[in-house]
Each structure stands twice: as C-alpha cells, then as structure tokens.
C-alpha cells in the first residue's frame, strides 16, 4: 500500500475522519474552557487507545518511533529504530485477568468506555501522538484549511489537577456537567450529548504527581497502572511565534 493511503487511513481511523468537521477551532473531542485550552469531554476511551496503539505498532514495524519521523520521510529507508512500545493488553491481563480483559477490551459495546490499566507514560505519549496527528490532519486535509493557521501552534498534554476542578466548576456552571457514577466500568454509560463534559467514576492521572478524582473502589491508588485510573488530555493553543 502507497505512503499516502496509508496515513490517511490512520486520519480516518484515529481523528474522526467520517465525522461532521469541528467548528473552529475546537480540536477533536474537546471543549472549550477559555481561549487556549481544551479539554477532552470524556476520558480516552477504549476505541481511542487501541487506535492510539495499532498506529503506533504500523510504526514501529516501519522502524519509527513517531509519526512525525515517519511523515516527513520520502521513503522508508532509514535505519531501524529499537524502541519498544510497553504492551497495553499485558497491562490489562495483570490487572483484570483473562475473563475480564477479552470482555471489556475486545468487545466491541464497551468500545465507548473508559481505558484503564494505562500507565502514564502511555498516556502522555498518547497526547504526543495525538498531537502530530491532529496537527497533520489540520495541514493537510481540505476540510480542514481553515485550521491550517494553527496546526503547528497546538500541543495535547495530560492535564494539571487544578484545570480539571476547574472543567469541572465550570461546565457545572453552565448546567453541561454530566457525572457517571456506578462500581462497576463495565457498566458505565457512554454519553450521548456532545456539549457535556462527563466524569466517570474513575481516577485520573495529571501532569502532577497526584491524581484527579474518587473512583469506583474508593480507594487511593498508590501503584500503576491499576484498574480505577484512566486519562484525559487537554489541547493547549500555543502563542504564535513573533
């Protein structure tokens, strides 16, 4: 398969590519809470990491470790890298166990829930991915020209504590806060409305060394990855170089 073809199947597969175009300038999946900050209305799901992570194997059978790297590149000549990539469903089997792992993995009604069992440093290279990708799709695809503008000037980031009390605050203000409760991820509701910003009922990392909000079991994690803790990004509109 051609170079081109192939990255515009990741676009399609990992940004939404068959969905009706944001209006500028929200980023993907985001809201907006002031004038350079988004957040993610929900957690990264299920469908969204395991993209994260068949992108991310493509390329690493290429020989990059980004796709930045791969992007910029005429060919695919260049000596292989020997990065490896941490095994998300390793993870997921140590912390659930098999039954549990094919169930809310690999099936595919529970695409819309939260990922857990993630460690950090997958979810901040997750919100690096998810950058050269949206940042890329904004220069290159018609849909997108009027965005081109800010391609360069975005970056995805794992949140700080206190700008998702803030989300929280805020969209709570605006009566757009929905809250999912429940013990048990299997049975968390993905929601339907895509102007709410939704917290589950799940801890989740932060750019601190401490995690956001009370989760399921009631209890504070104090190892990971572990199976209450999930993740969000936020996109950060960066100022434009003088």
């Known amino acids: 398969m051609c170079k081109p073809i192939t990255l515009f199947l990741f676009l399609y597969i990992a940004i939404g590519y068959s969905q009706p175009q944001e209006p500028l300038l929200n980023p993907p999946g985001t809201l907006q809470m002031d004038s350079k900050i988004y957040i993610d209305r929900t957690p990264v799901t299920n469908k969204m990491f395991l993209e994260y992570l068949t992108a991310k194997d493509f390329l690493r059978k290429k020989g990059f470790s980004e796709f930045?790297?791969?992007?910029?590149?005429?060919?695919?000549?260049?000596?292989?890298?020997?990065?490896?990539?941490?095994?998300?469903?390793?993870?997921?089997?140590?912390?659930?166990?098999?039954?549990?792992?094919?169930?809310?993995?690999?099936?595919?009604?529970?695409?819309?829930?939260?990922?857990?069992?993630?460690?950090?440093?997958?979810?901040?290279?997750?919100?690096?991915?998810?950058?050269?990708?949206?940042?890329?799709?904004?220069?290159t695809h018609p849909g997108h020209l009027q965005k081109k503008p800010f391609a360069?000037?975005?970056?995805?980031?794992?949140?700080?504590?206190?700008?998702?009390?803030?989300?929280?605050?805020?969209?709570?203000?605006?009566?757009?806060?929905?809250?999912?409760?429940?013990?048990?991820?299997?049975?968390?509701?993905a929601p339907e409305n895509a102007e709410e910003f939704s917290l589950y009922n799940i801890t989740e990392y932060t750019q601190a060394s401490t995690t956001y909000g009370e989760n399921y079991k009631g209890i504070k994690p104090v190892s990971f990855p572990n199976e209450v803790t999930g993740f969000r990004c936020v996109c950060e509109v960066l100022p434009e170089e003088e």
């Open 68 to 139: 930045r790297d791969y992007e910029v590149t005429l060919d695919d000549t260049l000596t292989r890298l020997t990065s490896i990539y941490p095994s998300y469903l390793l993870n997921l089997k140590g912390v659930y166990g098999k039954d549990l792992k094919a169930e809310y993995v690999e099936d595919y009604k529970y695409k819309d829930n939260p990922v857990l069992g993630v460690s950090k440093e997958q979810a901040a290279d997750y919100c690096k991915w998810r950058t050269q990708m949206v940042s890329y799709l904004w220069r």
């Open 152 to 189: 360069g000037r975005i970056y995805y980031r794992l949140p700080l504590p206190e700008e998702l009390q803030h989300a929280s605050d805020y969209f709570s203000e605006q009566n757009r806060l929905l809250t999912i409760k429940g013990e048990n991820p299997l049975k968390f509701k």
